[in-house]
Structure formats: structure tokens, C-alpha cells
């Protein structure tokens, strides 16, 4: 710690940090551009100036970048100095010449940075009176508007794209005053982050263009924390609303999870909750056998007969529902009667991941720890597409073995243009075993491309490098042992190892192979992290919470003699074969299914209810780590939109059943599932209930400028109308209630006084870069149990052998188009990959096909038309095929097919 001056006050910092860093964090409001407490200072934009003093007997003093000086004991500086004070306003103006008056039209208007500078500086006038330059604008795709001519030249934005998230399409063009900050022509932005320009950007050069399709000024939106519903990882975000739809997603700080950014299926994939293929109303199957809609009272009175018959019942849940919609499910069917939803092979895999997490040496790393692990080998993921923010985690990893070297020559970690110095290209450990090319394989040590039998043999191969302990794998080829030993001597020497796995291969020998490596590793008393990656927001809840698979669920059908399916948020025909399902379905009398998206099931359904989004409900996900995250309601919705768990409540006590009776809130729900669930136990501890106030005060979802609520309603009535009440959370649907610092899982909204942009979250903070106040949302639920014995696993395959007229064909994951939900919004579909077939270029010679050739591709029984793709990356006698898109949306992988 150091004791520093500022304006005759004292403060106690922290020398590890700049002047800047450590004013903000004190609440001392600084002006500043460049610096980003992600990316580090640069000294580039000179707004953050200071006076600086020697000692007390300098009365003079010189200007400085607050952001460039280290918060070394006894410094003494002014913030309010006039000369500082007067440099820094100059500054502005600098900034400002070039700069259109165009804040009415602006869409940054609101919540504007540059806004927010211009007023703390006290820059009011405009004394420039000469030609401004001016720039053509680019098309940078469906997610991104671009307006150069507000630019002022921070520089941000090219940090962010290339040197964290390390994007090659975008940079700065130009010298002085003559800077361009594009690509080199006109195209879509290629990184998958490329969204967070939006709010990286201090002014309104890059804005959201989905937003501009349903315009709605900042202040007019309401608001509610929640969580990423495309994969997962678990980010947290902002739902903000606007006459009854989602008009945009916010990133919402996490220090543990996605820190200050989103990637762009998670920021853009909203608008599936405004689609034309939502379900609005409850629907019927009438006696022309078509489905039609019907009121509630209607089907509640046909359900009222169906479900008195509650042995008769089955039911099965879905990964993309609550926790607490598929605990009312289980608790309504019974344990032998409920099933997860989800698909043989995801529920095995799931399960096994779920056994080592709980019993196994090591935990699971959140995206912080992820981001400081020192070394790095990945089995078996294609990490960008199937969990993107921890490939940005991962990014950011391959820095901490280099910057050893910056510590050791004493410069300061915020010091960006210094580090970059020392580290040139330099990069830690950092080993890719995959069936195909990635994306992160530019950041690789080695890259190794096989059939996932063979890269569960290297992982194999690695763990008994590490412990004899661990079974020896055989025949292993000399290239492959001198790989394995490579990669083992790289995580031996690291302070910070890191395996990477996951479930999208199908493949429990790869799973097993991750586990003996973590386990070898947990053996020299590292900090060994391991990361299983799982598909969708709650696959580790339903996984948590138990039951079978949707296969399991097909094969007992005629054993449980039941005449009723109640299916939850899930289409069957994603998680089995068409066949299947179409035999399943026909079985029962009933097929009640509750869902927000029309799809294949639910046009087989007997009886559809409308379920809610997370934009009209409220509930809990489990992340791939086990964090347990509340995500809130974000607006009123009028329609017969509820949760799952609501809609089976209605239903059972009208048939007279009890089981739900004192459920009147989601509260009374959580308090069941923490009680009866013991994996899902301190549940209840993720956010506050919906008693929660401050000063007698429910948090408010809109801003104290919110205006136009009588407006809006003008056709019903022109009186100011009650609003309405939110039973399950401590928020209301207005501006009346708090709006100070609230507990951390129910920040809404980022602002304080002086500060209308998210760069106000330094206020929300314990440590700027660190923890918000009170502590980062969301609770653990797994964690290993330390010390114990572990069974290495033992089921090393042999060696893939290739066959003359089949290939083994795997999963191939889009970022955009493999999520079931973001591909409903008409931009990521723009982006969406179409259908194709993969294939090696000695595999395509001697099948003599071309790219762009469309053979016949005949798997299980089914024949498609596929057009092929060539690459040097996929092994011999593999091929890959694109899963979810729109075409492959029932493909079920892996398998063996034929071309």
C-alpha cells in the first residue's frame, strides 16, 4: 500500500496502480478516453491531466497523465489545479474540432462518454470556426453502424478489436490528425466480438444497428439483470425493453464471469423473443385435427381432466428452461417419470462431467481464473463457436507466462505500450487437440487435428507423463509421444494449468482423457483448473437437478403405460432422430407441450401453452462452472406469457392436485428446490428475494427520465394507470423506487452522478477490474472435496482406423446459426453458415470431388445434398458437418456416413 496527496486530502492505494486507477476507485472524477481498465493505459488522448508536485515545497508543480504515472507512496498531485483544469478543457476542444453537434440525432445520446467529459471539463463553446473533416462511413455488417466523423481518435477501439480480442480485419489508417478507424474496405467485422465497439467506444462512431430497427432513447427502456440464454458460459447481461419487445442486450459487469464484455451472439441473439414465431396465445388441437387457438379457460378445463390422471403422466424438461420449471416438473411426474430433456449422449457426457467436478481433484475455473492460467492445452473443443467468451478468456491467458518477463524488468502491468515492448510475439503454453482448424489456433504452440478416439489417446498419453500412475497408452505413434511430451513439460513447469474439454464431440473417452490430465496435474500441488464445456444456459442445471435422457424417455414410453407428455421449452427433434420421436409422440393421447417458439414439437402437440423469455420471466440457470445465476423479468407483459412452473401450477390445482399450492411467488419455488434438491442446495443464495428493499423501497427497472407510460397506454386509457406488481422480484415496473447502489445481482443499470455511461461502473466496484461491492453475483454449487484419492480412468481407445467407404463424421459448431434461439433474429441469420460437408483434400481427390461439388451424403438413413468444403485441418477419413443451421437443424452427430 502507498499513501498518496490529492488536493491536500489523503489516500491510502494501492503502488501497484496508476494515479488514475486510484482516483476513480477513491471516487475523485477524473476526465479520461483512452485507458480501459481491460486494456490498460496508453497516454494517448492527454484528457486525464493532473498537476503533479515534487514535494511540499513545490509550489509550481508540472502537468501529467494520471493514467501514465504509478500511485507510488507520497505522491502528491491536484486534480483542481487551474492550469490542469485548463489543459484538460483545451483538450476537449482539440478533440471536439472535427466533432458534428450532433447529440439530438446521435444514437450514443444518453449515455455518451464524450458527453459526460465535455460537461466535467467545462467546455461549452465552440471556437472553431473552419472547414471540419469529414469521412465516408462503412458497412461493417448487419451488428454495427458505422459514423467515422464523431470519432476523436482514443484509439480504443483498435485496441480492443486487435489487440484483445486479436481480430486482423479492422485497424487504423492514417497519421495525425488524418486517422481512419475501419477496415480496409467496406465488409462484415470477422471477430465474434466485434459488438463490443459499441459500448468500448466513448462516443457514437460504432452503435448498435439492431437497435436503430426499433429506435428507443436510453432513458425510455426498462431494464433487469439477467442472463445469457445462447450457450453455456453463463454472461451476464442487461434486458432492456421499449413497447412490449427487447430492443437491445447490455453487457453486465461480472468480475468472475464475463468481466467487461459479450460476444456478439450474446449481445445480438435477443430477438427471438420478439419473433413472429412466438407463441402468444394458448392453442388446442380441435376436432379437424388442427391446432388452433383457444382461451385459457378452455385448455386449463381440458387439462383439468387430462392431468386428475397423474400416474398416467410423464414428463420431460430442457436445458434452455429454469431450474425452477423443470424441479415443478420432477416434483409433478416423479423422479422415475421425469426426464432432462436431454439427449443420450449430452445426458451420459453431462453426467460424467458433473461426477468428476464433484468428486474429482480439481475444480472448475470461472473466466477470471481462465484468464490468469498460464498454460493451456484444449481436448476435443472448438472453443470460439461452442463457448466464445472463454475463447476471449483464453486469449488473454496466453499473456500471463510473458508477463513474467515484464515483472521481472520491474514496468508496471497497466502499462500497456511498455508491456507490449517486452512481450513482442511472445506467448505462453498453449495446445489445441481438435478434429478441425479453429480459431484460436493463431494464439497455438502446436495445433493437433484427429478423430476424437486419437485425441483422447494424446490427452491419455499426456496424463501418464505427468503421473506413471495413470494407465500408459500403447502403440502410440513417435510424432505423437514426442507431442504428448512437449505438452507435459509445459504444464509441469506452469504455476497455472489449465484443461479445456467439453461434451460437443460426444466423446466420454475425451471427457476421461481431460480428467486424468487435471488429475496427473493436482499431484504437484498446482492451482490446476479444469473446464468442461456444456451447450446451453442450463444444461448443468438439468443435469444437477437429474433424470433421464429424451432416448431413455423414448424406449420406457410403453413400460410407464402413460397417455400423457407434458414437454417444457424443448423440440425432441434436436435431441433424437426423427423416426423416433414421430413413433414416441403418436403413443400418447395427450401431448401437452409448453414453450415460447413454435417448432417441430409443438406442431405435433395436443395442447401448446405460451411460456415466457427471459424478457417475461424470471428464474435461475447453472453455468458450465456450477454458478447458480438469477436472471429477472424484464418487462410487463399482457399476454398469457408465464413461466413453465406457473402454467403446470394452474393446471394441476384446477385438477385438483396440491403439490404446488403454496407456490404463489418464484421465491416459494427456489425455497422448494434448495430444500428437496441436494445438489442444488444454497440456490436460494444467488439474489435477493422479492422482499428485498431498500429504505422501504423496491429497486426500480427504469431510469428517473423514463417518460411517455400514460403515452404508451393512451389507447386503453388517457388516466395515469396502477402499475402493475412484480410478485417474484424486488423490482418495479416504473422509475418510483431505488435507484442507488443495490446488491449486485440486481444492477440494472450502470450510472452516477456525472457519469451517464457504462464507464460509471468504476462507482459499482470494490476494486476497479476486481469484484463489484458486495461481491460478484451468483453462487457455487460445485466444488471439488479436496484431498482425496482419484481412480484414474482406464478406457483408452485404440487408434482410429479409417474405412474405404464410410467417414467418421463429427459435429462442426457455428457461433452464428448452431444456437436455437439467436437464429431466429434476421441479422445473425444474415451471418448464419449454409449446410456442407467437410471433407480432407486427399479424401476429396480420391472421391474426386471439388469444392462447391454437391454429392449425395446418406446418414442414418437419410440422404442430403451437401456441398463440400475442403480443408488441410480435418484428419483423413474424418469429415465434418455443420450442426443447428437451418437444413442440419435434426442431423444428430457423430456418426458414420457415406458419400
Not at 470431388?849 to 438413413?861: C, F, H, I, T
Amino acid at each position: 500500500m502507498a499513501t498518496i496527496y490529492v488536493d491536500g486530502k489523503t489516500y491510502e492505494v494501492n503502488h501497484v496502480n496508476n494515479l488514475l486507477h486510484e482516483c476513480l476507485q477513491k471516487g475523485i472524477d477524473i476526465p479520461y478516453f483512452c485507458w480501459h481498465p481491460a486494456m490498460g493505459s496508453v497516454g494517448s488522448c492527454r484528457q486525464c491531466a493532473v498537476k503533479q508536485y515534487k514535494d511540499e515545497n513545490d509550489a509550481t508543480g508540472q502537468i501529467v497523465m494520471s493514467c501514465m504515472v504509478p500511485a507510488t507512496d507520497g505522491t502528491k498531485i491536484s486534480v483542481d489545479d487551474p492550469e490542469a483544469a485548463a489543459f484538460r478543457k483545451s483538450v476537449i476542444e482539440w478533440l471536439m474540432t472535427n466533432h458534428p453537434h450532433d447529440c439530438p440525432i446521435c444514437d450514443e445520446g444518453g449515455e455518451c462518454h464524450l458527453q459526460d467529459m465535455t460537461v466535467m471539463t467545462g467546455h461549452a463553446y465552440r471556437r472553431f470556426r473552419f472547414k471540419k473533416k469529414t469521412y465516408i462511413n462503412q458497412y461493417l455488417g448487419p451488428l454495427i453502424n458505422h459514423e467515422m466523423n464523431r470519432c476523436i481518435q482514443c484509439y480504443r477501439c483498435v485496441r480492443f478489436y486487435k489487440d484483445y480480442a486479436h481480430g486482423d480485419d479492422f485497424d487504423v489508417f492514417g497519421a495525425h490528425n488524418h486517422v481512419y478507424f475501419g477496415r480496409h474496405e467496406d465488409g462484415v467485422l470477422q471477430n465474434e466480438f466485434s459488438g463490443n465497439l459499441v459500448e468500448v467506444c466513448p462516443t457514437g462512431v460504432f452503435t448498435d444497428k439492431t437497435l436503430k430497427q426499433h429506435y428507443t432513447r436510453k432513458w425510455d427502456m426498462t431494464t433487469a439483470p439477467s442472463i445469457c440464454t445462447h450457450c453455456g458460459v453463463g454472461c451476464n447481461t442487461i434486458g432492456a425493453e421499449r413497447y412490449g419487445g427487447v430492443r437491445r442486450i447490455l453487457n453486465r459487469y461480472n468480475g468472475q464471469v464475463n468481466g467487461y464484455f459479450l460476444c456478439d451472439r450474446g449481445r445480438y441473439g435477443y430477438d427471438y423473443v420478439n419473433s413472429a414465431h412466438r407463441i402468444r396465445t394458448p392453442m388446442r388441437r380441435k376436432s379437424n385435427g388442427e391446432l388452433g387457438t383457444a382461451s385459457k379457460d378452455d385448455v386449463i378445463g381440458n387439462l383439468k381432466n387430462i392431468l386428475a390422471r397423474k400416474k398416467k403422466v410423464i414428463g420431460i424438461g430442457s436445458p434452455r428452461a429454469s431450474v425452477e420449471s423443470n424441479f415443478a416438473l420432477k416434483k409433478f411426474v416423479g423422479a422415475d417419470k421425469y426426464y432432462t430433456g436431454l439427449s443420450d449422449t449430452a445426458s451420459k457426457l453431462v453426467e460424467q462431467v458433473i461426477g468428476i467436478l464433484k468428486n474429482g481433484p480439481v475444480r472448475s475455473p470461472s473466466l477470471k481464473d481462465i484468464r490468469e492460467s498460464d498454460a493451456v492445452f484444449i481436448l476435443g473443443e472448438d472453443v470460439t463457436n461452442t463457448a466464445p467468451m472463454m475463447a476471449l478468456a483464453l486469449r488473454q491467458s496466453v499473456r500471463q507466462a510473458p508477463l513474467k518477463l515484464v515483472d521481472m524488468v520491474k514496468i508496471p502491468r497497466w502499462h500497456e505500450y511498455a508491456v507490449q515492448d517486452v512481450i513482442q510475439q511472445r506467448k505462453g503454453p498453449f495446445f489445441i487437440a481438435g478434429v478441425a482448424g479453429t480459431k484460436l489456433d493463431d494464439i497455438a504452440t502446436r495445433t493437433y487435428y484427429a478423430e476424437p478416439d486419437d485425441i483422447a489417446r494424446l490427452g491419455y498419453a499426456v496424463a501418464h507423463l505427468l503421473d506413471n500412475n495413470a494407465p500408459a497408452v500403447k502403440k502410440l505413434d513417435e510424432e505423437i509421444r514426442q507431442l504428448a511430451e512437449e505438452i507435459a513439460q509445459a504444464l509441469s513447469k506452469a504455476e497455472r494449468p489449465l484443461i479445456v474439454s467439453g461434451i460437443s464431440l460426444g466423446s466420454e473417452v475425451i471427457i476421461h482423457a481431460a480428467a486424468n490430465v487435471a488429475a496427473s496435474l493436482s499431484k504437484e500441488q498446482k492451482r490446476t483448473n479444469i473446464s468442461y464445456i456444456v451447450p446451453e444456459a442450463n444444461t448443468m442445471g438439468v443435469g444437477l437437478l437429474g433424470g433421464g435422457s429424451v432416448g431413455d424417455a423414448i424406449r420406457s414410453a410403453r413400460e410407464k403405460k402413460a397417455d400423457t407428455v407434458i414437454i417444457f421449452e424443448n423440440d425432441l427433434y434436436r435431441r433424437a432422430n426423427k423416426e423416433s420421436v414421430d413413433t414416441f409422440l403418436k403413443q400418447f393421447e395427450n401431448v401437452i407441450v409448453i414453450d415460447y417458439l413454435k417448432n417441430n414439437t409443438t406442431e405435433k402437440a395436443t395442447v401448446v401453452l405460451p411460456a415466457g423469455t427471459f424478457g417475461e420471466t424470471g428464474g435461475t440457470f447453472v453455468n458450465y462452472e456450477g454458478r447458480a445465476q438469477r436472471y429477472f423479468q424484464v418487462y410487463y407483459q399482457k399476454d398469457e406469457l408465464k413461466e413453465s412452473w406457473r402454467w403446470l401450477r394452474e393446471a394441476t390445482m384446477a385438477a385438483g392436485h396440491n403439490d404446488f399450492k403454496e407456490w404463489d411467488n418464484l421465491d416459494a419455488v427456489v425455497g422448494a428446490v434448495n430444500r428437496e434438491a441436494a445438489a442444488l442446495r444454497n440456490i436460494n443464495v444467488a439474489a435477493p428475494t422479492s422482499r428485498f428493499s431498500i429504505s422501504g423501497m423496491k429497486m426500480s427497472r427504469s431510469s428517473a427520465r423514463y417518460s411517455g407510460r400514460t403515452a404508451i397506454r393512451a389507447h386503453e386509457n388517457v388516466h395515469e394507470q396502477k402499475p402493475p406488481d412484480d410478485p417474484d422480484a424486488p423490482f418495479t415496473f416504473t422509475m418510483e423506487g431505488f435507484s442507488g447502489l443495490k446488491p449486485p445481482a440486481l444492477n440494472n443499470l450502470f450510472w452516477a452522478p456525472r457519469w451517464n455511461s457504462v464507464q460509471s461502473l468504476t462507482r459499482f466496484q470494490e476494486e476497479i477490474g476486481g469484484p463489484l461491492r458486495g461481491g460478484d453475483p451468483g453462487v457455487r454449487l460445485i466444488e471439488p472435496p479436496g484431498n482425496i484419492s482419484f481412480s484414474f480412468f482406464t478406457d483408452i481407445p485404440a487408434a482410429f482406423e479409417k474405412r474405404d467407404d464410410e467417414f467418421y463424421t463429427v459435429p462442426v459448431y457455428h457461433i452464428f446459426g448452431s444456437d436455437e434461439l439467436s437464429i431466429q433474429a434476421s441479422w445473425i441469420q444474415e451471418l448464419t453458415a449454409k449446410p456442407y460437408i467437410l471433407l480432407n483434400r486427399r479424401d476429396a481427390e480420391t472421391k474426386k470431388l471439388n469444392a462447391g461439388d454437391e454429392p449425395d451424403v446418406q446418414l442414418s438413413g437419410v440422404t442430403l445434398k451437401l456441398p463440400v468444403k475442403i480443408s488441410d485441418a480435418i484428419p483423413q477419413g474424418v469429415a465434418g458437418m455443420p450442426v443447428g443451421i437451418p437444413g442440419m437443424d435434426n442431423v444428430l452427430l457423430p456418426g458414420w456416413v457415406k458419400i
